[in-house]
């Protein structure tokens, strides 16, 4: 048997500190501003799924997965994990499906990059190798060509950078030129050689959950429960990379919205997101401008989407 606990009810700001205080609430993810005082209790056995929702008190019965929730997230590549943070996309690529290729240059990704930075990302993620459904892959001189310049630019204006590859010849290089950050939607899968890598950087990775190569991986995507199954390969992704070097305060999750996930199971995972504060790392999610909030909202074009990727 398996067992899960989804933070629910939560509460903000002053109502969250004075429920930790009073110890009628946990700390989600150890911040005082955000705060649960019931949870969804899930176990999973070889008959099926049983759910419950309990109160705090209850669920302080489970220390164990309780405490993978309530725990202090360390700083991420020198950011405190105390508040939300925003990530600004910088796709180097000429066939991104958010914004068409307008940043297929070095200079165009630059300028958009000291904007994004300017109206408040914490984060810029450079990619030059196209994730979107049906993308092929490329080669590793291609992407670095495509992104390096632009990494040691932003990265020379104090700017925190992380590089979007599943390559390890390209972490390294993209490291050595100043990303702090490396983002990986194979969660270190694609190259046998990146978890090796990423331990000798020494650098914080984040994880994402991918059903499925992109070529193929919207091609009708079947799931027993897609959260726990997403859950549970983050949670063995985690043991391995510790198990590479990898310190587990280096690496963050992203349960990979849109990659190998149906329009449905995209809603599930967002509307029950908290439970993967039980995992013990930093948590990313990425919208940005994705086909399915264009599903919800009617905006065929990916330009007009943006309100589901910050809203």
Not at 30 to 47: P, Q, V
Not at 227 to 252: H, K, S, Y
Request: hydrophobic letters at 45%.
């Amino acid at each position: 048997m398996t067992l899960y606990l989804r933070p629910l009810s939560l509460v903000y700001g002053p109502d969250a500190r004075q429920a930790i205080e009073a110890r009628r609430g946990g700390a989600l993810g150890g911040s005082d501003f955000i705060a649960f005082t019931e949870a969804e209790l899930i176990e999973r056995k070889a008959g099926g799924i049983s759910r419950r929702v309990v109160s705090y008190e209850e669920a302080r019965g489970h220390r164990a997965p309780l405490d993978l929730i309530e725990q202090r997230r360390a700083d991420f590549a020198g950011l405190a994990m105390g508040r939300p943070k925003l990530m600004g996309i910088v796709n180097v690529t000429p066939d991104s499906f958010s914004d068409g290729g307008l940043l297929a240059g070095p200079g165009e990704a630059l300028v958009h990059g000291l904007m994004l930075a300017k109206e408040g990302a914490d984060i810029l993620d450079i990619g030059g190798e196209s994730t979107r459904p049906g993308s092929d892959a490329v080669s590793v001189a291609l992407e670095s060509e495509r992104i390096l310049a632009v990494i040691a630019a932003l990265a020379s204006e104090g700017h925190c950078v992380s590089v979007d590859t599943r390559k390890s010849a390209v972490m390294m290089a993209a490291v050595e030129a100043g990303a702090r950050i490396i983002n990986d939607i194979s969660a270190l899968t694609y190259d046998p050689a990146s978890p090796a890598t990423a331990a000798k950087l020494k650098c914080p990775v984040i994880l994402m959950h991918a059903k499925g190569d992109p070529k193929t991986m919207q091609d009708s995507p079947v799931y027993e429960d897609v959260t726990l199954d997403v859950f549970d390969m983050l949670a063995e992704r985690i043991a391995q990379c510790e198990a590479a070097g990898i310190p587990r305060n280096l690496i963050a999750v992203d349960p990979g919205i849109g990659f190998g996930k149906t329009f449905r199971h995209n809603l599930t995972l967002l509307n029950q997101l908290a439970i993967f504060h039980g995992l013990g790392v930093v948590l990313l999610v990425g919208l940005s401008r994705k086909a399915f909030t264009g599903a919800l909202t009617g905006e065929k074009r990916a330009f007009d989407r943006v309100s589901g990727s910050v809203g």
